[in-house]
């Protein structure tokens, strides 16, 4: 994919350690999502894997977005770092990020495991007693799904 030509280049965030701190930060991503020219948008929480560039999303095994990705697994997701409206000034404080990637759902047992200790790390922090709690029996992994978003490309603006 070609990168887009930023309409404002004085918003645009090009230092990558910026990009990824707006990414560890953020709780919710929003997937874009098109299955014969049928668009679908949904709203999920998820865990970066930095190490290798991946977000994994907890959900169901079967369902509209998992459809979607079979049929196309291109998606495009944004992450919004929202520092609220501006009054008397007509402007929104945020950071953005915008990430391209192929997304496709997890079968393989090893990577379902690391999936879930990257969601909670994620969305818990360093939380032992948590993920203690939170940890599933070998065979509770199987009836759960897990989206792997792989990514290719991102893009990132703000206005703080």
Known sequence: MSKYHMGKKEKEILDESTILEIINKGKIITLALSEDNQPYIVSMSYGFDRENMNIYMHCAESGLKVNYIKHNPSVCATVIEDH???????TQNYRSVVIWGKAEMIEDLAEKKHAFSILFRH??????EMSARM??????????GVMRLS???????GNI
């Open 123 to 128: 969305l818990e922090g360093e939380n032992e």
């Open 151 to 157: 990514i290719e490309q991102m893009d990132a603006k």
């Open 135 to 144: 940890a599933l029996e070998e065979d509770a992994y199987q009836s759960v």
């Open 84 to 90: 609220g409206y501006v009054l008397k000034d007509c």
